[in-house]
């Protein structure tokens, strides 16, 4: 049985902006480890290797692919946040949809009190609950 499981994000180029982006947005949000492509390296020097970080209780891991890809992130993987409050769900939503689009605007669905999709401007999805 595998020991663990977590998200993979693998960006092309804009790796630490997205985690600076990330780590500025959510509270408590911290690097656990983080490795950089250096001179002469198969990517640009900077550019994430290989990072982990945690947003509340997930850990996520994530790389700057120095391979060009023909695709990116979809809203059919997403990150569903449990917020503390409702002014949250929508400060949060705000923030995270800012250079993105909204998928789905704040409202009750009836699944939660207060709910919103958004993918930010990197192309990762976020639903954020309150319930």
Same mark, same amino acid.
């Given at each position: 049985?595998?020991?663990?499981?977590?998200?993979?994000?693998?960006?092309?180029?804009?790796?630490?902006?997205?985690?600076?982006?990330?780590? #500025?947005?959510?509270?408590?949000?911290?690097?656990?480890? !983080?490795?950089?492509? $250096?001179?002469?390296?198969?990517? %640009?020097? /900077?550019?994430?290797?290989?990072?982990?970080?945690?947003?509340?209780?997930?850990?996520?891991?994530?790389?700057?692919?120095?391979?060009?890809?023909?695709?990116?992130?979809?809203?059919?993987?997403?990150?569903?946040?449990?917020?503390? #409050?409702?002014?949250?769900?929508?400060?949060?939503?705000? !923030?995270?949809?800012? $250079?993105?689009?909204?998928?789905? %605007?704040? /409202?009750?669905?009836?699944?939660?009190?207060?709910?919103?999709?958004?993918?930010?401007?990197?192309?990762?999805?976020?639903?954020?609950?309150?319930?």
């Amino acid at each position: 049985m595998p020991a663990t499981v977590l998200p993979f994000l693998m960006f092309q180029g804009d790796g630490a902006e997205a985690l600076e982006f990330y780590l #500025s947005v959510f509270p408590g949000a911290a690097i656990e480890q !983080i490795e950089r492509y $250096g001179e002469g390296g198969n990517a %640009p020097a /900077g550019s994430i290797k290989l990072a982990r970080f945690r947003i509340g209780e997930q850990t996520v891991m994530c790389t700057d692919s120095p391979v060009k890809h023909a695709f990116t992130f979809t809203p059919s993987f997403s990150f569903f946040v449990e917020c503390d #409050s409702q002014d949250d769900v929508g400060r949060l939503g705000e !923030i995270l949809k800012q $250079g993105g689009a909204e998928l789905m %605007p704040v /409202g009750n669905y009836g699944f939660s009190t207060l709910f919103t999709w958004v993918s930010d401007r990197f192309g990762v999805s976020w639903q954020l609950n309150y319930a």
